[in-house]
């Protein structure tokens, strides 16, 4: 009997709802913690300032969209609701927002309360993944949640 592909999953011990979307380009997947921008439901660590944001899931609770077992190295679960930790170049402050590096690589950074209101006023939120829930001094890349 062929697998039926179960739409969505409910995971038990773990803490957010993902939806699992295709990578853009399968060479250059997402791992966990990445920042990828959604454009035409692909996901790409190439941010283009034309989707949104979001952050690979490391602990999904509700996968939305899941495939077939043999389709599932085509992509990846991305956070929509909940925590999910990302990785943070730099220190990282209690309330601050997080945005893609600019790299491509997957990583991001903070800005500080300036720059928020900034991005507010001129609507641009697409590109914030999240806001920081915990301080974090030491040097490097990191995962903050």
């Not at 454009?39 to 989707?51: D, F, H």
């Not at 939305?64 to 909940?82: D, K, Q, S």
């Not at 925590?83 to 170049?89: G, Y």
């Not at 991001?108 to 590109?127: F, H, I, N, P």
């Amino acid at each position: 009997m062929p697998e039926q592909q179960a739409w969505l999953r409910r995971v038990p011990g773990r803490r957010a709802c993902q939806r699992r979307l295709p990578f853009k380009d399968p060479a250059t997947p997402a791992g966990p913690g990445d920042v990828v921008e959604v454009i035409g439901r692909k996901i790409s660590r190439t941010i283009t300032g034309e989707g949104a944001c979001f952050a690979v899931s490391t602990h999904p609770k509700i996968i939305g969209n899941n495939p077939r077992t043999a389709e599932r190295h085509r992509g990846t679960e991305i956070a929509m609701v909940g925590q999910a930790p990302v990785r943070v170049i730099g220190p990282v402050r209690q309330h601050q927002y997080i945005v893609p590096s600019g790299r491509n690589d997957g990583t991001a950074v903070t800005v500080d309360k300036e720059a928020r209101r900034a991005r507010a006023q001129s609507g641009d939120l697409r590109s914030v993944v999240g806001i920081a829930w915990e301080d974090a001094d030491t040097p490097g890349e990191r995962s903050a949640s």
